[in-house]
């Protein structure tokens, strides 16, 4: 069995919207042994901890000293590259290949056409 209901319902209603509207205040001796507590159980102040220097904080970033070598690495085989020109390096990967090598600059104008020639079709 319900009813609607209403401010004649209930005669407490509005004495416990009053009690909603009022904010409570705590005693101030509450409040200060309250802080006195929380100031005691904080922690002491770190000392400051120094920096770790710019080639660590680097090599961290690339993923350790494994890939900052392989980086170097490979920078430095690019500029290898960059600097000998791969076709004088092109006798050099002859001998070590063997003689039946076709190297790029030896097939003049048009690389396919001079394979074609070479393997006979």
């Known amino acids: 069995m319900t009813r609607d209901r209403n401010d004649r319902d209930n005669p407490l209603d509005p004495a416990f919207a009053a009690l909603r509207a009022r904010q409570p205040q705590p005693r101030p001796d509450f409040m200060a042994r309250l802080t006195a507590e929380a100031l005691a159980l904080q922690p002491p102040r770190p000392k400051p901890v120094r920096g770790q220097p710019w080639w660590q904080a680097l090599a961290s970033s690339l993923g350790g000293w494994r890939a ?21 390096l092109d006798p050099l990967y002859a001998a070590a290949l063997g003689d039946g090598v076709i190297m790029v600059s030896d097939m003049g104008e048009d690389p396919v056409e001079a394979l074609l020639e070479e393997i006979g079709s």
């Open 68 to 88: 900052g070598m392989t980086l170097a690495g490979s920078a430095l085989a690019g500029a290898a590259l960059g600097y000998f020109q791969p076709m004088l």
